[in-house]
Nanobody
Framework: QVQLVESGGGLVQTGGSLRLSCAASGRPFSAYVMGWFRRAPGKEREFVAAITRGGTNTYYAASTKGRFTISRDNAKNTVYLQMNSLNPEDTAVYSC???????????????WGQGTQVTVSS
């Protein structure tokens, strides 16, 4: 089992930045691919970004590439999502998740955090 707890969400104005954190406990953190997903009001959950076990490779959704950066610190059992140039379309509940393989599909992620709300005002 892996327990995931997100933090860092909040209210920010258009153009602002936030950094989300996701702290893991349980099985060795470095054994998992880590991803961030988001669910906007009235929409399905969508992939945001993912990072390989060692942090060497990262993958992004087209809508976040160039604005968001995913990173991880395996010594601290934490994955981060730095979000810059935020706009109201980024408003959503952001969740981190752990998977055995690299994927953009939420079904591949076995463990999920409870989510943290990000609201971008216009």
């Amino acid at each position: 089992q892996v327990q995931l707890v997100e933090s860092g969400g909040g209210l920010v104005q258009t153009g602002g930045s936030l950094r989300l954190s996701c702290a893991a406990s349980g099985r060795p953190f470095s054994a998992y691919v880590m991803g961030w997903f988001r669910r906007a009001p009235g929409k399905e959950r969508e992939f945001v970004a993912a990072i390989t076990r060692g942090g060497t490779n990262t993958y992004y959704a087209a809508s976040t590439k160039g604005r968001f950066t995913i990173s991880r610190d395996n010594a601290k059992n934490t994955v981060y999502l730095q979000m810059n140039s935020l706009n109201p379309e980024d408003t959503a509940v952001y969740s981190c998740a752990a998977a055995a393989i690299m994927s953009q599909e939420e079904l591949e992620y076995a463990y999920w955090g409870q989510g943290t709300q990000v609201t971008v005002s216009s």
